[in-house]
């Protein structure tokens, strides 16, 4: 009887580990495909160069903020690649943080971005979370191990707004991304705040940008952003704020940022992160 118990337990092991195999390999396939068309739908930058003198005509903070991080004859940037550490929540009612690593992959010339996160779980078991934004369709992606999927959801109105509230938010990071000439309608509000508009495939957003004395910015704000909440969606305030900024590729960017929901009043922190490497490509 042990005999059998430890033949069967083996062969139970065995299709697991051949199940988590098959299960990722789709997974895998599936953001190869994901990320070559969002690679292969950028189409080349109006304006490939960064012009110091097109800055007359912008909100005075904003236009310290692209003098303080870029120069001027630049090129723009056509790709970049992140990877991110930190740790996250589900939501903002569960007080439990779980440590993630990430690549980040953003495409500016087509408004786009695929982000694939590990986080960790006990035991050594972990989930995969894919978040993209693709010809302007947003979507979520959650698996177990990188291979069997706990949920899942694509094209959602909400979903895209969101999403590209997103990419608006982390262009801090491909700064030329906020250039007037990238599609970005810039308007005052005082010397230290502007409010950036974007719209991308039928989709409009728009944020608050805080803008420091040195020309940095230290956060963004949206008295709206739409979220997935335990009633579904809802438009809630929503916040980021980024510092410890340094020289990459020649441009300032910051290294840390965290993100939260505003709920009854107060600001309730989702996502803290920093950007331990990032590979840039710019316009020929």
């Known amino acids: 009887m042990g005999k ?40 080349p930058p109006a304006d490939g160069t960064v012009d ?10 904003v236009e310290r903020y692209f003098r303080h991080v870029l120069k001027d004859g630049q090129r723009v940037i056509r790709q970049v690649t992140m ?9 903002t009612t569960t007080e439990r943080w779980l440590p993630f690593t990430a690549n980040h992959l953003v495409v500016p010339p087509t408004k786009g ?10 035991l050594a078991a972990h989930i995969t979370v894919l ?6 369709l947003g979507s979520g992606r959650v698996s177990f191990l990188s291979a069997f999927g706990i949920d899942s ?17 982390e262009a801090v990071w491909f700064p030329t991304a906020l250039l007037p000439q990238s599609g970005i309608e810039w308007s005052p509000i005082n010397d230290q705040l502007a409010v950036a508009a974007l719209t991308h495939q039928g989709t409009s957003v ?43 590729s020649g441009m300032r960017v910051p290294r840390y940022g965290e993100v939260g929901w505003y709920r009854e009043g107060s600001l309730e922190l989702v996502w803290k992160g920093e950007v331990t490497d990032a590979r840039y490509q710019f316009a020929e």
Do not use: M
Not at 52 to 61: M, Q, V
């Open 4 to 43: 059998w118990f430890l033949i069967g337990g083996a062969a139970i092991v065995v299709v697991a580990v051949v199940a988590v195999l098959i299960g990722q390999s789709f997974q895998y396939a599936g953001v190869e495909e994901l990320t070559a068309s969002l690679i292969g739908s950028a189409a």
């Open 52 to 61: 110091f003198e097109s800055f007359a005509g912008l909100p005075a903070p």
């Open 83 to 91: 990877n991110q550490s930190g740790v996250l929540r589900s939501d």
């Open 113 to 122: 971005f695929i982000w694939k996160a590990r986080i960790g779980l006990p």
């Open 131 to 136: 978040d993209s934004y693709v010809e302007g």
């Open 153 to 169: 959801e694509t094209g959602v109105p909400e979903l895209n707004s969101g999403a590209l509230h997103r990419y608006l938010a």
């Open 206 to 248: 728009s944020l608050e940008f805080r803008i420091n004395e040195i020309g940095e910015v230290t956060g963004i704000y949206s008295p709206g952003r739409w979220g997935k909440f335990e009633d579904g969606y809802e438009r809630a305030p929503w916040e980021g704020r980024f510092r410890d900024y340094h020289v990459q």
